[in-house]
């Protein structure tokens, strides 16, 4: 079955205590993405990658990490993470397909941040 | 990125259709425009997409105009599982940021 996995569904964590969202697709994507997603403010994306080696930061990149270095994975990296990065997070992707570029969605991970 | 505008929130009742428009002035001239549907706690999944004229598939169907500045998408006979934020998307597919917006959310009562 085609699909994003995100893992951990759901996690509680530290100020300052490292962690990292892993994200796999089995669809032999070229682009990957993360997103937040707040109360009132919508889907804020974090950063995105159009391929392996290629990261660029999206509109709200500030404390995260991003590493691409096979096509299927783009973990989530959060250094020194802290309590306004509490949020629900999202990891997609989609062929390179030019305008018809089309966004398949992991389930979310919810990460609490204390 | 062509910006969107949507309506905050719809209501409607099980049985009716509705239409949900999207403003989008500064497209340009590559832009798709895509839809996307999310229920709460799941992430977003694609609806429909188009580029001009009209375009149906078995969920819904999506009006544009000559002038492609907005777009309607339209949900036949919707029920109560319709109840989700509807976003609307203009881009040319990838090669930069996108943003989502805060999209619409349709709330379908009995």
């Known amino acids: 079955e085609a699909q994003v996995t995100q893992n951990p569904r759901y996690l509680i964590t530290v100020t300052g205590k490292k962690l990292t969202v892993t994200c796999s697709q089995n669809?032999?994507?070229?682009?990957m993405s993360w997103y937040r997603q707040d109360p009132g403010l919508g889907l804020r994306q974090i950063y995105y990658?159009?391929?392996?080696?290629?990261?660029d930061k999206g509109d709200v990149p500030e404390g995260y990490k991003v590493s691409r270095k096979e096509k299927r994975n783009f973990p989530l990296i959060l250094e020194s993470p802290s309590p306004n990065q509490t949020s629900l997070y999202f990891c997609a992707s989609s062929k390179n397909d030019g305008p018809k570029n089309i966004q398949y969605f992991g389930a979310g991970t919810r990460l609490s941040v204390l | 990125l062509a910006k969107t505008t949507q309506p905050i929130s719809m209501d409607s009742y099980e049985g009716q259709e509705v239409n949900i428009t999207c403003s989008h002035n500064?497209?340009?001239?590559?832009?798709?425009i895509t839809w996307y549907q999310q229920f709460p706690s799941q992430g977003p999944r694609f609806i429909i997409q188009?580029?001009?004229t009209k375009v149906t598939n078995e969920v819904a169907s999506l009006f544009i105009p000559a002038d492609r500045k907005s777009s309607t998408l339209s949900l036949p006979r919707v029920s109560l599982s319709d109840t989700a934020v509807y976003y609307c998307?203009?881009?040319?597919?990838?090669?930069?940021?996108?943003?989502f917006g805060k999209g619409t959310m349709l709330l379908v009562s009995p």
């Open positions: 188009g580029y001009k």
């Open positions: 669809m032999n994507h070229e682009y």
């Open positions: 990658s159009m391929n392996v080696e290629v990261t």
């Open positions: 500064n497209i340009a001239t590559n832009d798709y």
């Open positions: 998307l203009v881009g040319d597919g990838g090669y930069s940021t996108l943003t």
